[in-house]
Every structure is written in C-alpha cells, then in structure tokens.
C-alpha cells in the first residue's frame, strides 16, 4: 500500500492541474490509482475521477472522525492501488480553529508531501519557503518540490541551485503555460461535466507532467512511512431509506462519494435519475437525495421539469422521506431567484424562497444538532458554501441547531415538514461523540 498528499504553500499554486496531470500519467504508466481529496471540496472530486475513472472520495480531517478516515482510505486503496490525495488551502492551513489541515491528514496516513511552489514570483527564496515548510512540523516530511510556473531556463538554475543548497529533491519543473489553466466560478473551479475538451485537458496536463516529472523519485516517496489503516466496519451516517434515490446531474453533482459508500455499507441502494432531463426518481425508492449544486444557473429548466417535479411530489405523498442539500434544498423550495431577478417556481415542498440575484458568501465548518421532529438522530459535521439567500421562510419545523469551527452559535437552520427536510448544510459525518 502507498500513497501521496499533494500539497502547496497556498490556493492557486497550480496544485489541481498538477495532480490532474499526475493522476492520469500514472494510471498512463500502469499505475492502479485510488484519487482522493483532503477537505469538504465537492468540486475537484469529479476532476480527479475523470482522470482516472474510479471515484474520488474526500478525506476530511476537521469533519471527519479518524477512523472513519482511516476505514475510507483503507477500503479505497484496496488491492494494492495507490492512494493520491491533493490538499486544499495550503498545507498547514485549516478550520477557524486552525485543525483539519492537509498536514493533519498526511500525519494521520503517513503519506509523504509533494510540495507544489508557485514560481512565478521568486528565485532564491524558494529555498527559504521549502525550507520553512519543511522543518515546521516534525511528524510532516516533503518528499520532494513540483517548481510550477517556471519562466526560463535561467529562472530554472537559479531555483535549482537555492534548492540544492537546501538540500531538497525536485519531483518536476514545470513552465509558464497558459493553456494549463481552469475555468473558475463563484464556489471554485467549473464542474468538469461543464467541461468541454476535459478530457484533452487531462491529456495535455499529463503529457506535460510526463515529461517533467521524476516518477522512481516519486513512487519511492509514496512507499514511506505509510500508517496500516483498517477497514473495520465502524459506525457512519445512517442511510434514511434502504432504496435512496439521488439526483445527479450538473445543477445537482455536489454529492460526496465516501457518503454514498457510507449508505451502501449500511445496506441501502442507490440508484440515479437526473432531474435536467426531467426524470423521475425510482418508483420504488423509499428516500430521495437531492445533493447541492447550481440550480441556480438552471432554474428555467428546472422549473419546467413537470415529470421531474411530479415524481418528486409523488414520492412525498406517498411517504418517502426526501432530503435537499444546499441546491438540493433551494429546489425543495417555493421558488429560486435567479441572478437577472426572476423568480423560477420549484417543487414547493417547503416554504422557502431563495435568491441568488444578490449574492453573499457563506462559508465554513459546521456542528449540527438535530432538533425535535428531525429524521436525523445525531450531532454530526457539515460544511456550509453558498452565495444564495433566503427571501422568506414559511411555517415549518427547524432542523438543526448550528455551530461553526470555533462554536459560535449560529442559531437554527433548515426546514422540515412531515417527511421532507433541507438546509443549506453539506452533511459529512457523525460527530466524533455520537459515534
């Protein structure tokens, strides 16, 4: 068993492309991959698994208990595939309260760093931030640097030659390159199925890293200090039906895998149906997961889903309980508000009405309390990432008390009625007490 973490001094060092362009020149060279992404992103996920073709299942060490991490890493690397994980952030940066960083997770794993620097902006004092990054924490260890950004063969000796005196490998050099870039939108990268040449992308990411790459430095690096984890069939979020329903296309593809995994060792199916395309949901399923997304920017659409719509209600009325999350929540709702101002009529399930015509940012690491009447039973962890409002609420019970990283009371959030529940919360795990 082996295994990576792909991190970086902070955001937009180039990381994503990068481990993009790894994952693909590995699985390329013959390497069985297992793809994974440390924090609560729901975005990148989907990147890494089209660059490999097998899910990508997040690890998070603020929200998750450590040995659900340990279980999840455990069962994905399974038959001796290598774990690659790409950090968030930068590599010691974490929660409000300054745990759950990706450190954390290559501490709690044993996977050795790969530090990816943006160069574009400095010579010799790369050596000071390798340096720094690498003597911060004890329990940490930088394999090796990816030199990203790289102007010139000139711009190359001089990095090379501060490194050498600080006596740190170079895994690969890689130049300026325009084309070697995502497009991003307001909760971060544009989802890869929205995507058009993605797949061309990967390729030109990976023959790039092919060429630039030290892959025996770096798969002697992914067999060091790995902790044995177990896959021990430890206590998870319990499924709310045996026969789940999700949806997932691009306005609902914010659905974490290790949550689908979860349900399914607890013994529930899961099947799909994508409301786009106006499908309806199995005629069968005792629950329905609608994850978040942008229905925001497919409200017209939505709104006209009448076969979608009326499977839902048909669902509702005959019992099956149906959880929206997020996206999922806003179209559990009366009606969404688009950014031009106009109001989109949704399933009205819920007396919610939500905007996204002025946007304000909500984020962060949550603790959320089930509260009377709720279908969920334990204190678990979530994560909150929205620019949308709430216009108006209705008559309904509450679903959560809500606390965030530093617990703050955040007051009550999310609506029930009857079998039908949603809020804005991206649910994770079992707080650590409640397993």
């Not at 991190?7 to 390329?28: D, E, H, I, M, V």
């Not at 899910?55 to 929200?63: E, I, Y």
């Not at 061309?200 to 890293?209: D, L, M, S, T, Y």
Request: hydrophobic share 50%.
């Amino acid at each position: 068993m082996s295994g990576l973490l792909i991190a970086a001094p902070s955001s937009g060092s180039g990381k994503t492309t990068f481990t993009l362009g790894l994952l693909r020149a590995l699985r390329n060279r013959g390497v069985a991959i297992a793809p994974g992404k440390a924090g609560p992103d729901y975005i990148d996920p989907a990147f890494h698994a089209a660059a490999v073709g097998s899910p990508c299942l997040n690890f998070d060490p603020w929200a998750m208990r450590a040995e659900l991490i340990s279980a999840n890493a455990a069962l994905h690397r399974a038959g001796g595939r290598m774990l690659v994980i790409e950090g968030m952030m930068g590599l010691f940066d974490g929660a409000a309260d300054g745990t759950g960083t990706p450190a954390d997770l290559a501490a709690l794993l044993g996977l050795s760093v790969v530090l990816v620097i943006d160069c574009s902006r400095m010579s010799q004092s790369v050596a000071a931030v390798v340096s720094g990054f690498a003597n911060f924490r004890a329990d940490i260890r930088i394999a090796g640097v990816v030199l990203n950004r790289v102007a010139s063969d000139r711009h190359e000796r001089m990095l090379r030659q501060a490194l050498n005196a600080a006596r740190m490998p170079i895994v690969a050099v890689i130049r300026s390159d325009a084309s070697l870039a995502l497009p991003e939108r307001h909760l971060g990268l544009v989802q890869a199925g929205e995507h058009g040449a993605l797949e061309q992308f990967i390729e030109a990411a990976a023959g790039v890293v092919s060429k630039a790459c030290d892959f025996e430095l770096l798969l002697r690096a992914a067999q060091q200090h790995l902790v044995r984890t177990s896959a021990a069939n430890i206590a998870r979020l319990m499924p709310f039906g045996q026969r789940i329903a999700v949806a997932r296309d691009i306005a609902f593809a914010f659905c974490y895998e290790h949550m689908l995994l979860g349900w399914k060792r607890r013994g529930a199916e899961i099947s799909f149906f994508s409301p786009l395309a106006d499908e309806v949901p199995s005629a069968d399923a005792d629950a329905i997961y609608l994850p978040g997304g942008y229905p925001e920017l497919h409200a017209e659409k939505l709104a006209a889903a009448q076969h979608f719509k009326d499977g839902v209600k048909a669902a509702a009325a005959r019992g099956a309980r149906i959880y929206g999350e997020c996206g999922g929540y806003m179209v559990l709702g009366e009606g969404v508000v688009d950014a031009a101002g106009t109001r989109h009529q949704m399933l009205g399930l819920l007396p919610v009405v939500t905007s996204y015509e002025k946007r304000q940012r909500h984020l962060g690491y949550r603790r959320v309390m089930p509260l009377a009447h709720s279908f969920f039973d334990k204190p678990m962890t979530a994560h909150e990432f929205h620019y949308s409002t709430i216009v108006s609420e209705g008559e309904a019970d509450r679903l959560f008390a809500v606390t965030d990283a530093l617990n703050v009371d955040l007051g009550a959030a999310g609506l029930q009625r009857g079998n039908v529940a949603g809020s804005y919360m991206h649910l994770i795990d079992l707080a650590g007490e409640a397993a």
